[in-house]
Each structure stands twice: as structure tokens, then as C-alpha cells.
């Protein structure tokens, strides 16, 4: 199992670009979460889905798109990218509730936008 | 809304000195507490869990237990080592979300 899985490992985009984080994870996890990484700060919910076709918002979900068409893949669309959402963004999952089931992280994508 | 505040970093011990590093929430109803563990340039893994008032979780020698009486969740280690060098989240989930304070940076001297 390679477990959660994230393209590209960095990325820099010109303000106004748009781009889509890649998330995929081979362990038949219904749950699956993105979160940004501000330095020096903890991480925070953008959104997050509890099976194929759900998804929900986090904290932060201004300036970013989610779809769930699979169990596996979860990706992220930045449309109009702009310097705030410079950060680093982890993709996670578990199998059902993160109460009862161990959440699993991906490595990360570092963004920069200048 | 629901937070956790944890105490800020860096912490430098040296190797064998015991550790504790603060954290409390603020949530409503009865949230799950958890503290994570990050190493340079990787995601966060889990360290250990607690469900409920009064439940400790323990793993690789850390503790932790859950006091609703003072909404706290302290991390505790007797005795560092080098290898536990790293950035410790603390963290909750309400409701299927998760909230984490903002990191402890711990660094330990040979």
C-alpha cells in the first residue's frame, strides 16, 4: 500500500493562476480531508468528505474547490490563485470517523504564489 | 467556535530530561483529543488518542490524559531522547472535524 498519495510535491504560481493538488489514497478510506499549513501555525480544515459525491467545508474554504467522483482521489482546485493561500497543503483520510479511526497524512504539496 | 491552545515553542531539553508540553481546548459537547507528531519535510502521524474524560493514551513512552474538569490534554514524556526531536501537535474532532493548535517545536540535546 502506498497509502495518501499528493502531486505535485511543489508548486510556484503567478497571482490569477489556477491549478488542481492531487490527492489519492489506496487504503478503501471513506473519509478524506485537505488541510493548509501556514508556517509556524497548525493546520487548518479547507474540506473534507465522508464518501463518494459528499463533501463539506472546513474553516478556510475560501478560494479553493473540492469533488469526490471516487473513493480514492480527492482533489484540490485553487481558481485564482493569491499570496495568502501560500502554504503547505496536507491531504489525509480514514476509514470512517476520525474518532474512532486513525487519520492517515499525506508528505504535502509546498505552494508558493508570488 | 471549537480551539486548542497549546504552549509555544521551541522547547529545548536534553537527552533524558522529562517533558511536558501544555494543551487545552475549548470545544462543545464531547470531543475526541489527540496529539500528533511531525518530523522534518513528512505529514503528521499519530501519537496517541483519548475518547473520553479521564481516558489516558500512551505511546512510544508519552501520555497523555484527558481532564474535562480542566478541559486539558498535557503531553508527558519521563525520559527525551534525540530521536524525539520534532514539532507535536495537539488536536481535536467535533463532529467529524479536526482542529489543531498551532504546534510545539521540541528539540533534544545529546
Known amino acids: 500500500n502506498a497509502g495518501v498519495t499528493q502531486t505535485p510535491k511543489f508548486r510556484i504560481l503567478k497571482i490569477g493562476q489556477s491549478m488542481t493538488l492531487q490527492c489519492t489514497q489506496d487504503m478503501n478510506h471513506n473519509y478524506m480531508y485537505w488541510y493548509r499549513q501556514d508556517p509556524g501555525m497548525g493546520l487548518k480544515l479547507i474540506y473534507y468528505?465522508?464518501?463518494?459525491?459528499?463533501?463539506d467545508k472546513g474553516e478556510v474554504p475560501n478560494g479553493y474547490n473540492v469533488s469526490r467522483s471516487t473513493t480514492e482521489d480527492f482533489p484540490l482546485r485553487l481558481e485564482l490563485a493569491a499570496p495568502s493561500q501560500t502554504s503547505v497543503y496536507f491531504c489525509?483520510?480514514?476509514?470512517?470517523?476520525?474518532?474512532?479511526?486513525?487519520?492517515?497524512f499525506g508528505p504535502g504539496t509546498r505552494l508558493t504564489v508570488t | 467556535g471549537d480551539s486548542v491552545t497549546q504552549m509555544e515553542g521551541p522547547v529545548t531539553l536534553s537527552e533524558e530530561a522529562f517533558l511536558t508540553i501544555n494543551c487545552t481546548y475549548t470545544a462543545t459537547g464531547y470531543p475526541s483529543l489527540f496529539w500528533y507528531v511531525q518530523y522534518p519535510g513528512e505529514g503528521l502521524q499519530l501519537l496517541l488518542k483519548?475518547?473520553?474524560?479521564?481516558d489516558k493514551g500512551s505511546n512510544k513512552g508519552f501520555e497523555a490524559t484527558y481532564r474535562k474538569e480542566t478541559t486539558s490534554f498535557h503531553l508527558e514524556k519521563g525520559s527525551v531522547q534525540v530521536s524525539d526531536s520534532a514539532v507535536y501537535f495537539c488536536a481535536l474532532t467535533n463532529f467529524n472535524k479536526f482542529y489543531f493548535g498551532s504546534g510545539t517545536k521540541l528539540n533534544v540535546k545529546p
Open positions: 489525509a483520510s480514514s476509514y470512517l470517523s476520525p474518532e474512532d479511526y486513525e487519520q492517515y
Open positions: 483519548a475518547t473520553k474524560a479521564d
Open positions: 468528505s465522508v464518501g463518494a459525491g459528499i463533501t
